[in-house]
């Protein structure tokens, strides 16, 4: 009766999309195994999955699957797992003194939801304002992409897209807004396609309302080439 009850628990945390920690969940061996080594045992976990669902794996369509799989899990779409793989931020003293916020909005982000394994796919917006030092633009978007490369779910992608970004400018304000679509909503369950969630996180100054405000209407404004 206990295992059902958990599993009912389990199921109902996960159909409702609900996160646990702020922190991604890793055991302490996580990096015992090389990706080379991560690879070969995924490799056979999907060939199993497949031949459970009755496919011909000697198709020379799906022959290949298993092993490209594995690859994508390791060194792409979960690569965010590696700590090695964090961007390194390197800073930069704030020379002209730029003293307003700088936003960078629209980062395309591709995640995994957590619960089924699914693609979460939108925009990230992040701003921060100088305490003194800054960081090059396109590591604001390496940041985004490092954490997105996680078995996520959104709320914690953007806590951890924030604090990452404190701790390399060495300043609370920061914020960040994340709309996305989640295909574990879009294309099973309630399969609504036109839904879409966002989150935000603000720190610092941007927990004051007329920060707030630029922040979000900044974000609002249309870009135009």
């Given at each position: 009766m206990g295992l059902k009850n958990n599993t009912e628990k389990f199921d109902t945390i996960g159909d409702n999309h609900i996160g646990t920690s702020t922190e991604t969940p890793m055991r302490s061996d996580a990096f015992k195994l090389s990706s080379d080594e991560k690879i070969d045992i995924i490799k056979d976990d999907v060939q199993h999955i497949m031949e459970t669902l009755g496919l011909d794996l000697s198709d020379d369509s799906l022959k290949g699957t298993p092993n490209?799989?594995?690859k994508m899990f390791v060194n792409e779409i979960f690569g965010g797992?590696?700590?090695?793989?964090?961007?390194?931020?390197s800073t930069f003293d704030n020379k002209y003194q730029y003293g307003e916020m700088l936003v960078e909005k629209n980062i395309t982000l591709y995640s995994t939801c957590e619960h089924h394994f699914l693609p979460?796919?939108?925009r990230a917006h992040v701003a921060y304002i100088s305490n003194g030092t800054v960081v090059g633009l396109s590591k604001m978007n390496?940041?985004?992409?490092h954490f997105s490369k996680?078995?996520?779910?959104?709320?914690?992608?953007?806590?951890q897209i924030v604090e990452e970004l404190q701790?390399?400018?060495n300043t609370k304000d920061v914020a960040c807004v994340i709309d996305a679509k989640h295909l574990c909503v879009n294309s099973r369950g309630i399969r609504d396609i036109e839904s879409s969630t966002v989150t935000s996180e603000f720190g610092g100054k941007f927990k004051e309302k007329d920060t707030k405000r630029e922040f979000l209407d900044y974000i609002q404004l249309e870009t135009k080439f």
């Amino acid at each position: 009766m206990g295992l059902k009850n958990n599993t009912e628990k389990f199921d109902t945390i996960g159909d409702n999309h609900i996160g646990t920690s702020t922190e991604t969940p890793m055991r302490s061996d996580a990096f015992k195994l090389s990706s080379d080594e991560k690879i070969d045992i995924i490799k056979d976990d999907v060939q199993h999955i497949m031949e459970t669902l009755g496919l011909d794996l000697s198709d020379d369509s799906l022959k290949g699957t298993p092993n490209r799989v594995a690859k994508m899990f390791v060194n792409e779409i979960f690569g965010g797992l590696d700590p090695t793989k964090k961007p390194k931020a390197s800073t930069f003293d704030n020379k002209y003194q730029y003293g307003e916020m700088l936003v960078e909005k629209n980062i395309t982000l591709y995640s995994t939801c957590e619960h089924h394994f699914l693609p979460i796919v939108g925009r990230a917006h992040v701003a921060y304002i100088s305490n003194g030092t800054v960081v090059g633009l396109s590591k604001m978007n390496r940041i985004v992409d490092h954490f997105s490369k996680r078995p996520q779910v959104q709320e914690r992608l953007t806590i951890q897209i924030v604090e990452e970004l404190q701790k390399v400018l060495n300043t609370k304000d920061v914020a960040c807004v994340i709309d996305a679509k989640h295909l574990c909503v879009n294309s099973r369950g309630i399969r609504d396609i036109e839904s879409s969630t966002v989150t935000s996180e603000f720190g610092g100054k941007f927990k004051e309302k007329d920060t707030k405000r630029e922040f979000l209407d900044y974000i609002q404004l249309e870009t135009k080439f």
